[in-house]
């Protein structure tokens, strides 16, 4: 098997894996669900790229992605539910129908409000005619959240969520009102550590989760991009004090706490 930049050896390589006696094992096992999982990696691996300006990371990453697609098209394929080909052809038809102005009316007038307004017509067209084909006992019960996609990353959800909640006036006005349903939601933390329900604790720390990503909002900061900073200052701190044990011989698991927390605050002042 050589390479290609043809899609369609991909495909080729994708049936092979899942080739019973003669594929991969590991492939062999693999279900939506068990995949589901590498795909929201894969996604977050491209967007960490962008965030990055790495192409050449980016070229890697959207081929890891491109391979999720192909992925689940091929195990669809072996239920007879649909394949690759039909998956291009779908987004296709979708993008041709969302861009009228492109494809068929030619209005090279058009606003980019106008744009927009048209595509989210038709994405309600789409959604309409969606429903309709579900069976009547799995169609969803309206509501104004009903719209707000839940296979989003958790924060994204919870903003959008959040967001929509606001257009009709559930909302806050003033981010220290947020501020104190986070301090309310740490107190219900703490009874729940008193309890020692680790059910209460999982379920009041995504309520305080929740606050948390309110607060972002209304302070205009994008939840995902701020813990993304958090991450990388807390890596950057973490190597600092690595470094500085390491120039006397000694690694973290040999240093204390309090050691490492003095270390901490030293990378704190050198970066202020």
Not at 31 to 37: G, K, L, R, S
Not at 54 to 78: F, I, K
Not at 149 to 165: D, F, I, N, V, W
Not at 254 to 266: K, Q, R, V
Request: hydrophobic share 40%; proline share 5%.
């Amino acid at each position: 098997m050589t390479p290609s930049r043809d899609i369609s050896r991909l495909i080729e390589i994708m049936a092979q894996l899942r080739t019973p006696v003669t594929g991969c094992p590991w492939d062999l096992e693999q279900n939506f669900e068990t995949i589901a999982p590498y795909t929201i990696e894969e996604a977050y691996e491209v967007a960490d790229a962008i965030a990055r300006s790495d192409l050449d990371d980016l070229r890697d990453e959207l081929g890891d992605l491109l391979l999720q697609v192909v992925y689940h098209a091929r195990m669809a394929e072996e239920q007879n539910a649909f394949s690759f080909g039909d998956v291009v052809e779908a987004i296709c038809r979708k993008m041709i129908r969302r861009h009228p102005h492109v494809f068929a009316d030619k209005d090279g007038n058009i606003s980019p409000a106008g744009v927009k307004s048209a595509w989210e017509r038709i994405k309600a067209e789409e959604k309409a005619e969606r429903a309709a084909r579900r069976p009547n006992d799995t169609a969803p019960s309206p509501s104004l959240l009903s719209n707000v996609k839940a296979g989003q990353p958790a924060l994204t959800r919870a903003m959008e969520l959040q967001r929509k909640a606001s257009t009709v006036g559930f909302d806050w006005n003033d981010p220290r009102a947020v501020l104190r349903k986070i301090r309310e939601e740490a107190d219900e933390i703490e009874a729940a550590l008193d309890h020692g329900d680790s059910e209460e604790m999982a379920a009041e720390t995504g309520d305080l989760m929740f606050a948390l990503v309110n607060l972002a909002r209304h302070v205009g900061a994008n939840p995902e991009m701020a813990l993304r900073g958090a991450n990388a200052k807390f890596e950057r701190r973490f190597a600092y004090i690595e470094r500085a044990l390491a120039a006397k011989g000694r690694t973290p698991d040999g240093a204390s706490l309090s050691e490492m927390d003095a270390l901490w605050n030293e990378a704190k002042a050198n970066e202020t």
